[in-house]
């Protein structure tokens, strides 16, 4: 089983930056696809942002040209640089990974294979 640990969320007002990191726990070369997920209060989990093995990425509209998706495998390491941050931005986020090849989803969602972490939590304030 792999485990992934997010960091990097926090506070910050609207218009602001933040880097998201999620590390794993072992050799991410491998893995199908990445990605990062978010949940705000009351709605359904999104995937906001996926990148594949080859590098290609693809995003969500609402976070298309603010925010990138990259990695780091000499790290073992999935970032998310957040700009231009608005307040319906605020969620957890969670990042996810496909070593397994199967249920991989499409647009910029890339399914975990294994069980979600616990997330980091973004809060934009207006």
């Known amino acids: 089983q792999v485990q992934l640990v997010e960091s990097g969320g926090g506070s910050v007002q609207a218009g602001g930056s933040l880097r998201l990191s999620c590390v794993a726990s072992r050799s991410i070369d491998s893995f199908y696809c990445m990605g990062w997920f978010r949940q705000a209060p009351g709605k359904e989990r999104e995937g906001i942002a996926r990148?594949?093995?080859?590098?290609?990425?693809t995003y969500a509209d609402s976070v298309k040209g603010r925010f990138t998706i990259s990695k780091d495998n000499a790290k073992n390491t999935l970032y998310l640089e957040m700009n231009d941050l608005k307040s319906e931005d605020t969620a957890m986020y969670y990042c996810?990974?496909?070593?397994?090849?199967?249920?991989?989803?499409?647009?910029?969602?890339?399914?975990?294979?294994?069980?979600w972490g616990q997330g980091t939590q973004v809060t934009v304030s207006s």
């Open positions: 996810a990974g496909n070593w397994v090849g199967l249920g991989l989803g499409s647009g910029a969602n890339c399914y975990p294979a294994s069980p």
């Open positions: 990148i594949d093995r080859d590098g290609s990425t």
